[in-house]
T-cell receptor, first 113, second 115 residues
């Protein structure tokens, strides 16, 4: 059974720091991995999606990497801002024939001015 | 594109009442998902449809929960009778299975409170 874990569970940093959020999964047979952001009381916003054949994806100040063989992904946030404060979730899908997501436990990030 | 649309955004009801949550997926998407989120259990997949057919309903907690997708642009999640432990935020999401990267897009959620 696929299990997805995120460390740390919570993180509080001053503005301007570069951050790394971690996601690990127990079964390396994944099709893709998706990072989401969730603001308090809101829905999930897709940030980045990495196909199993890819090593990384970038969007603005965000960079997500994937090491499938070791069951790990990291989300790198450069020059963090207070507006980055949210909960970050990673999720994996198992195969091309299903888009059922298995979610991680989330990292709650607070960036203070 | 308007994104995934859910209604109502908030629902407060009394125990024993029937609750119906509604979802309109993104036009052209062929998969639809219902999730529940609570502080204790995080995000849980309840059921998902592909081409309007339920594929996996193993996450539906009890017979009190039912979901339908009568056409490609509409789905409902019904709870009858509702109980206080059903209080949660219910999300609907959609994606295009087999037509790209299977990226899921979420609606804003319905916050359900059962008194």
């Amino acid at each position: 059974k696929q299990e997805v874990t995120q460390i740390p569970a919570a993180l509080s940093v001053p503005e301007g720091e570069n951050l790394v959020l971690n996601c690990s999964f127990t079964d390396s047979a994944i099709y893709n991995l998706q990072w989401f952001r969730q603001d308090p009381g809101k829905g999930l916003t897709s940030l980045l999606l990495i196909q199993s054949s890819q090593r990384e994806q970038t969007s603005g100040r965000l960079n997500a990497s994937l090491d499938k063989s070791s069951g790990r992904s990291t989300l790198y946030i450069a020059a963090s801002q207070p507006g980055d404060s949210a909960t970050y979730l990673c999720a994996v899908t198992r195969s091309y024939n299903t888009d059922k997501l298995i979610f991680g436990t989330g990292t709650r990030l607070q960036v203070f001015p | 594109d308007a994104g995934v649309i859910q209604s109502p955004r908030h629902e407060v009801t009394e125990m024993g009442q029937e609750v119906t949550l509604r979802c309109k997926p993104i036009s052209g998407h062929n998969s639809l998902f219902w999730y529940r989120q609570t502080m204790m259990r995080g995000l849980e997949l309840l059921i998902y449809f592909n081409n309007n057919v339920p594929i996996d309903d193993s996450g539906m907690p009890e017979d009190r929960f039912s979901a339908k997708m009568p056409n490609a642009s509409f789905s409902t999640l019904k709870i009858q009778p509702s109980e206080p432990r059903d209080s949660a935020v219910y999300f609907c999401a959609s994606s295009s299975l087999g037509q790209g990267y299977n990226e899921q897009f979420f609606g804003p959620g319905t916050r359900l409170t059962v008194l």
